[in-house]
């Protein structure tokens, strides 16, 4: 059967993006992956496990429900791919899982990762919980502070969290915690990288385990529409899991539109922003190459947005090759419309999305359509996480209203 994603070569590249540029001393490591993740995964009994536990642990599938109001007030037929509602609120656990059952089968004994927000990370000790597996995530001594509710939860599930304290104390230094921590424990420990980003296999790999979301899209579009495919999904990206999982069935089909929608922040030219596809150039991070935010001699500059899940200088090399070859639309949005975004859905649908997904409804005033167009947006994840954020921007319309 033909893949229906878009196949990496064998050393892990989309068009010239992707690889696998990585320290010596890490090789055994990666190949030790790359050698063992495609049949691994592709085993029944792999299968068996993985669906299992995505439907009984999970809840999957996860509804793709038609939004009435939201349709009316946008003027399309908007279809919600409900990954809110999974276990732990968002898809990354969709990753975790595939993730951990390898890891397993590679005889791996102690599991690391790094975590921003943490909801990678809370994602990450829930599965270890769940295998009885030893769990340290590293976080930059900076998000331990602001994310204090996530590291709480990392705590109660069991996982060490071990503070990054170089550099900027952030997202990328817990990386680079991380890798020197595999480099050190390379028999017994296996990495679990959040996002379709890192060397090869990761992107490849991660990619697979969330094409679940559009898998299920499907089927669930064809009860609902008569058809399997939509006219658009629209899906916010950080390091691009959720859009990857999204698009991922129907990256061969064009008559879908595929729209990624990325952090403004501040707005694309204040200085203050994540969009790294207006912004970045071709570089390397994280062991693969894709665009980037980077100084002319190489220096990756510091990304900024609201939301902490989109808040990365690069994103993954799948995404840099479907919008360098158009295949795929890039929508940039502020932390402003985005904080508008989500207070409208939370209103006319009674669902609090999370801050990173708020992006991807806000791109609703960029983009044309019309009344008959299908559109699915993934609903990567629930903003509970993101109330006192929330409560910050209701306090100051308030305050606004009063002036
Ligand atoms: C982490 C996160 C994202 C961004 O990550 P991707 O890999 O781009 O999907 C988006 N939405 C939610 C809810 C998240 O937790």
Not at 336 to 356: C, D, H, N, Q, W
Not at 365 to 390: H, M, N, W
């Amino acid at each position: 059967m033909k893949n229906p994603g878009i196949d990496v070569d064998e050393r892990g590249y989309y068009g010239r993006f992707g690889g696998a540029y990585i320290p010596e001393m890490l090789h055994p490591n990666i190949e030790e992956l790359r050698a063992n993740y495609r049949e691994m995964t592709a085993d029944p009994a792999f299968k068996k496990e993985f669906d299992a536990l995505l439907r009984d642990y999970v809840g999957r599938p996860s509804p793709l429900y038609y939004a009435k109001r939201l349709s009316e007030h946008y003027g399309a037929k908007v279809y919600l791919k409900r990954e809110d509602l999974n276990h732990t609120g968002a898809h990354k656990i969709n990753n975790t899982i595939g993730q951990i059952l390898l890891a397993q089968r590679l005889g791996k004994t102690r599991i690391i990762a790094e975590t921003g927000a943490g909801q990678h990370g809370v994602a990450t000790a829930t599965v270890c919980a769940l295998v009885g597996l030893e769990c340290i995530v590293y976080m930059g001594e900076v998000d331990i502070e602001r994310q204090a509710p996530n590291v709480a939860r990392m705590r109660m599930l069991g996982a060490e969290v071990r503070p990054a304290r170089s550099g900027s104390k952030t997202l990328k230094d817990a990386t680079n915690e991380a890798i020197r921590d595999w480099i050190n424990n390379p028999e017994n420990t296996h990495y679990i990288i959040g996002s379709v980003v890192g060397p090869h296999p990761y992107p490849d790999m991660v990619a697979r385990f969330q094409s679940v979301i559009s898998e299920e899209t499907k089927w669930q579009l064809k009860e609902k529409e008569g058809r399997e495919h939509p006219d658009a999904v629209i899906a916010c990206v950080g390091g691009g899991s959720n859009a990857a999982g999204a698009f991922y069935h129907y990256l061969n089909d064009e008559r879908v539109r595929l729209i990624a929608v990325e952090a403004a922040g501040l707005g694309v030219d204040s200085g203050e922003s994540a969009a790294t596809s207006v912004l970045g150039t071709e570089g390397i991070i994280h062991g693969s190459r894709t665009l980037l935010m980077q100084t002319d001699d190489g220096q990756i500059v510091e990304p900024y947005s609201i939301s902490a899940g989109l808040d990365y200088p690069g994103i993954g090399p799948l995404h840099a090759f479907l919008i360098d070859s158009k295949r795929a639309e890039a929508i940039s949005v502020t932390d402003e419309k985005a904080l508008e975004a989500a207070l409208f859905v939370t209103r006319t649908e009674g669902i609090i999305p999370a801050l990173e997904t708020a992006h991807a409804f806000a791109a609703f005033e960029q983009l044309e359509y019309g009344p008959e167009d299908v559109i699915v947006v993934c609903l990567s994840g629930r903003g509970d996480k993101d109330l006192a954020t929330f409560t910050k921007y209701l306090d100051q319309l308030k305050d606004r209203d009063h002036e």
